[in-house]
Every structure is written in structure tokens, then in C-alpha cells.
């Protein structure tokens, strides 16, 4: 279909002639003689060029100009007017006129005029087409990209809710902490059984210190950026001794700053308890195996006795030897009822004891065992130490561990060439206070701190690590406590504190 | 004439044994049950032979031997350890054997029999 054009002009000779011309270039052509006709036209044919004079009466060219751009502002217009009307030629361009020709209108400058419209009219479609393009692939990268973020986001959700399952239903105690000890985030387990402490220190929150714990894991791997493995005594919201295997590992920024750690710690109480009991076994069957020994040589003797009185055939040697053996099976059966008895729980046997008498047992005991070496053995006792209550072979054993640990360090300590061990002996209102001092090898602060720990030995193959663990136990089992100084070749000094009265005992025994 | 042997040991039902077996084995013999007695017993009986419990109540057998040792006339009587505990052999360095409990009675009887010649 042929283009249409409007042409407007109060002129009907004007009009007549140029609808004669374009006619003939082959536009479909329309005519106003006036402003608002023009525009009525333009509405119903939406002509893409109008051609208009300037000076018409009623609404002029440049009036109807600025109607026509506000309207349908895709149209282009060509305005028309006499020779020498430069101010109105120059005002219709300003006001967005595509060009300007002169009357009377000559047919070669219409062509050019009409080219050069077509022109305009054409890039301009190319722009458009090429923008609504633009705004096309904008448009449907846009929508990749959020579909993209969409997937993205909701994959960093399901990871993010994998994450924090895991955080929360693993068998153990997650808590992640920043540089100043406080705890920046807590898993469900270590909720249950310290409470939700995110924002307190850690020693304050599950360690009831005042200060950070020495050696503390945490510290070392921000220290390294090394993971660390340690043994820990935690205690719960409802003030329950946890033993823990703790593990830490660096969290690290972007920029691989460690900014954080993470401390991850498996619950071994239950484990430790076990071994409590089996090692408390193990002492049990150490101290006793003496006796067992007696006892097999006394049953020795009764058999003998009656071998003999059934050989001389003497009655009265028969009968002696059987009281004998009654005598010590009757022992040994008690012995054996004490140790299945204790195989399955060891209650304290408490008596009151005068210390001194106590202290010189534990020292004569000493003594022999020093009888060997070449260590001089110093009593300092305090001659009015009163009384105490304890279970007296169990804090025997217990002394005795300490003492031969003592022995120990004196006879690997080739540096010196006198030796000594100070057994002192004092007491105060509430409380005994038993010293052991050597001078031998000494410890340095990581043995120390192990000192108490199942299995833990210094000693290479001659140590179990399970005497000073015992000693421990027992001592605490009493309510007391031991503590130790030392340093690395200088010796060790061990104070074993117990309270006078078993009122103070603790009940949390195996 | 027969040699004596005096045995040291505080639990009496292994004194009555081991008194036994020397006796059933024709030697004299005396007791005690703890260092001191057998010091007393030693300057009274003479005995050419102890044998000696480690562990004893009052006084125990390392502190009566190094009395023992200590003393012109004592100090060559041949001593046999006879005790449980573990560390025996370092108990007494000069002791002519070591024994544990419960202990073989013959070789006891042998041990003796060996030291005192007869």
C-alpha cells in the first residue's frame, strides 16, 4: 500500500498541485486546509510526513507543528512559506520542522526535501529496531542472570540448611571462637549441655576459670593456623565433669586470615569412667597380689603339715595342719570376696586414724623401698597432727604411687650425685597436708599438666601412666586434692592436701 | 651335731611351716616375727643359717640385716630371702638366694642344704 501524506496549505491551488506531484511519486495523499483538520487527518491515517504552511490563518504552521510533535511526535513535517521568510523557516526548525521549502514550490526541492525526510525516517527506524534489540537481549540476559541467582541462591540455601544440620546433629560439641576467647556460635549439642553461652569467654562459659586455660588449643591454632588435639574437663550447665577429646581448626577469611576457630570436642566421660574402673582394678590387684602370695604359702604350710601327720601317722600334726588350712582359705575367700565385691563398686572404707601413726606406716613402707637405692629418705612430721578420716590402704596406695614416682625421677636424674626425698607431714583446722619432695630430673609444664592423665608415662616402657592417675582419683574421691611444683632439673614437690572429715568427700565416684 | 636355722617371718602360719619342713628334715630351729625378736634370737641362739621375710610389722628385714651385718660375729651367718615381693633381689645384696612366695619346699631344703654342707 502506497504511503500516505498530508498536506496542508489554505490555499486550494497550493494543495491542488501538490497533490498533483506527489500523487504522482506515488503517495497515497490527504489535504487540510486548515490546523485542525490537519490534525483530525493525522489521527484517523497517522501520515508519517505532513507538508504545512507556515502562515495560515487561525492556527498557523508553527502552532499546528508543535500539536503535531506533541501528539504523534514519529512524524515528520516539512513547513512551506514565501521567499524571504527566513525568521519562520529558522522557527520551524527549531521547533523539530524534518525541513523547510519555499513557496512557490519548486517540484526538484520537494524531491530532495521528501528524501531527506525519508532518510531521517528511516535511520530512525534502524535506531529503534536497533534499541528495541538492545532492550531485548538486556532484557533477556537480565532475566538469565536472575535466573541464574535464583538457582544460586537457592543452592547456597540447601547448602547453607545442610550446613547448619550438620552444625547441629553431629555427636559432638561445636563452638566456633574469635581471638578475644569469646564464642561466636554454638551447635544444638553444646546448647543441651552448657546452655546458649554464644558471646561469653569459653574458660568462663564451660570451664569456671577466671583466666584462659594454659596451653589452650584454641590460642595455638590461631597462633599456627594448625589444627590441635587435647584432652579436656569441661563442666555442664548442671555442673557435671565432662571429659573431652577436642580438636580445633582455623577459620579463615576470604584473604586467609584466620579470623575465627572452630573447636569440635567428642564426649569421653563415659570412656574414662571405664578406664577409671579398670585401672582402679589394676591397683587393687597390685596391692593385694602380696597378700594372695602369703596366703598361697600359708596354704603351702597347712598341706604340708598334713602330709607330714598322715605320714607319721600323728593325729594331732593332721589336725594343726587342717586348722591351718581353714585358716587361710578361710582368708582367701574373704580376699576373693573383697576383690568381686570391688569389681563391681569400690566404696570407701573409712576409719579415723591418728596422721602420725599413718604418716610413719607410709614411711617405714618407704623406707625398704629405698633400702636398694642410694637416696636419702628425711621425716618431717608434725608431732600434733591430730587425726583425719580416710580409707587408710587406699591413700597407702595412693602415697606410694607418688613416692615411687619420686624414686623414679631421682634414679634417672644422673646430675646429681647426692639424692633426697622429704616426706612433711602437717596439718591445719580442716585439713592434712602430706609433702613429697625430690630432687630429681623435675618436669617441664606440659608434663605437668599431663601428670594426672590415664595412661600418660614419662617413663617410656617402665610406666603404665596409671599410678599418679589413681592417686588422683583417690585423693579426690576423699575431697582432697594434689598439686605439684616443679622444674625441669630441679626436682618435684608434690602436696597432697585431704580433708580431716569425710563430710567433705566427693560422691562422684564411678 | 645339727645345724640351726632360725626363720623370720611375721605371718605365724608360714613359720609354722617352714619350722616344719626343717625340722621334718632334721635341723634345730627357732622363730621370730619381726627384726627386733630375731635380733634378740640371733645373739641368744647363734643359728648358722636365717631365713628372712622382707615385709615384716615392727622391724623390717633389711634393717635387721644391716644390724646384723654390722656385727664381727653375725656377719658371715648365710641369709635366704623367702618373701613376695617383687623387688626381693635387691633387697639384700649379700643373701645366698632369693625366694619368692609360696616357694618350692625342696628347693629350699636344696638351697640349705648346699650353704650349710650338710
Redesign the interface.
Known amino acids: 500500500m502506497s504511503e500516505p501524506i498530508l498536506i496542508v496549505d489554505d490555499e486550494e491551488g497550493v494543495r491542488e498541485m501538490l497533490a498533483l506531484l506527489l500523487s504522482d511519486s506515488g503517495f497515497r495523499v490527504f489535504t487540510a486546509e486548515n490546523g485542525k483538520q490537519a490534525l483530525q487527518i493525522i489521527g484517523d491515517y497517522r501520515p508519517q510526513i505532513v507538508i504545512c504552511d507556515i502562515k495560515m490563518p487561525g492556527m498557523n504552521g508553527i502552532e499546528l507543528l508543535r500539536r503535531i510533535k506533541t501528539e504523534a511526535p514519529d512524524t515528520e513535517i516539512i513547513t512551506m512559506s514565501g521567499h524571504g521568510d527566513m525568521e519562520l523557516a529558522i522557527q520551524s526548525l527549531i521547533f523539530e520542522a524534518a525541513d523547510f521549502i519555499t513557496k512557490p514550490v519548486n517540484g526538484e526541492a520537494l524531491e530532495i526535501a521528501l528524501e531527506r525526510v525519508h532518510e531521517k525516517i528511516r535511520t530512525r527506524a534502524a535506531l529503534k529496531e536497533y534499541t528495541r534489540n538492545l532492550e531485548r537481549l538486556v532484557k533477556e540476559k537480565s532475566e538469565r542472570l536472575l535466573e541464574t541467582e535464583k538457582l544460586a541462591t537457592q543452592r547456597y540455601q540447601q547448602l547453607a540448611q545442610k550446613f547448619e544440620q550438620l552444625f547441629d546433629e553431629v555427636p559432638c560439641y561445636i563452638s566456633v571462637h574469635d581471638t578475644d576467647y569469646r564464642l561466636t556460635a554454638v551447635n544444638r549439642r553444646f546448647k543441651e549441655d552448657f546452655g546458649d553461652c554464644t558471646g561469653s569467654r569459653c574458660f568462663e562459659a564451660y570451664k569456671n576459670l577466671r583466666e584462659p586455660c594454659p596451653e589452650c588449643p584454641v590460642m595455638k591454632t590461631f597462633k599456627d593456623g594448625q589444627p590441635h588435639y587435647s584432652e579436656e574437663i569441661l563442666i555442664s550447665k548442671s555442673f557435671e565433669q565432662l571429659n573431652v577429646l577436642t580438636w580445633t581448626t582455623p577459620i579463615r577469611d576470604p584473604d586467609g586470615e584466620i579470623t575465627q576457630v572452630m573447636s569440635m570436642s567428642h564426649d569421653v566421660t563415659k570412656v574414662r569412667k571405664l578406664q577409671n574402673h579398670l585401672s582402679s582394678l589394676g591397683l587393687l590387684i597390685g596391692t593385694i597380689?602380696?597378700a594372695v602370695?602369703?596366703l598361697?604359702?600359708?596354704?603351702?604350710?597347712?598341706m604340708?603339715?598334713v602330709n607330714?601327720g598322715f605320714t607319721k601317722a600323728d593325729r594331732q600334726l593332721v589336725s594343726e595342719g587342717w586348722d591351718?588350712v581353714t585358716?587361710?582359705v578361710g582368708r582367701l575367700r574373704k580376699l576373693i570376696m573383697d576383690i568381686l565385691y570391688y569389681a563391681k563398686e569400690r566404696e570407701l572404707e573409712w576409719e579415723e586414724a591418728p596422721v602420725l601413726r599413718f604418716s610413719e606406716e607410709v614411711a617405714?613402707t618407704i623406707?625398704?623401698?629405698l633400702?636398694?637405692q642410694k637416696i636419702e629418705f628425711e621425716r618431717d612430721f608434725d608431732q600434733s597432727s591430730g587425726t583425719l578420716e580416710l580409707d587408710l590402704s587406699l591413700v597407702h596406695s595412693a602415697l606410694m604411687n607418688i613416692f615411687e614416682n619420686a624414686i623414679e625421677t631421682c634414679i634417672e636424674d644422673k646430675s646429681k650425685t647426692a639424692h633426697r626425698i622429704i616426706f612433711r607431714v602437717e596439718g591445719d583446722q580442716d585439713s592434712v597436708f602430706f609433702h613429697v619432695r625430690d630432687n630429681g630430673v623435675g618436669m617441664d609444664t606440659e608434663t605437668k599438666q599431663k601428670l594426672f592423665t590415664m595412661f600418660f608415662s614419662s617413663k617410656g616402657q617402665k610406666g603404665t601412666g596409671l599410678g599418679l592417675f589413681v592417686s588422683n582419683q583417690v585423693i579426690r574421691q576423699h575431697g582432697g586434692t594434689i598439686n605439684v611444683q616443679s622444674e625441669p632439673g630441679e626436682g618435684s614437690c608434690f602436696t597432697i592436701r585431704l580433708p580431716r572429715s569425710r563430710k567433705w568427700a566427693s560422691k562422684d565416684h564411678l | 651335731m645339727a645345724k640351726k636355722i632360725m626363720v623370720v617371718d611375721d605371718d605365724p602360719v608360714i613359720v609354722k611351716y617352714i619350722v616344719a619342713l626343717f625340722r621334718d628334715n632334721g635341723y634345730l630351729t627357732c622363730a621370730a616375727s619381726n627384726g627386733l625378736e630375731a635380733y634378740e634370737m640371733l645373739k641368744q641362739e647363734k643359728p648358722d643359717l636365717i631365713t628372712l621375710d622382707l615385709e615384716m610389722s615392727e622391724e623390717w628385714g633389711p634393717k635387721f640385716y644391716r644390724r646384723l651385718s654390722k656385727e664381727e660375729e653375725f656377719k658371715d651367718i648365710p641369709v635366704v630371702v623367702v618373701s613376695g615381693l617383687a623387688g626381693r633381689h635387691l633387697s639384700i645384696r649379700k643373701a645366698v638366694a632369693y625366694l619368692g612366695k609360696p616357694f618350692e619346699p625342696a628347693e629350699l631344703l636344696d638351697i640349705v642344704k648346699k650353704t650349710l654342707g650338710a
Do not use: I, P, R
Request: glycine share 18%; hydrophobic share 35%; aromatic share 8%.
Open positions: 597380689s602380696h602370695k602369703g598361697l604359702t600359708g596354704l603351702d604350710g597347712g604340708y603339715m607330714s591351718t585358716l587361710v617405714s623406707e625398704f623401698k633400702a636398694a
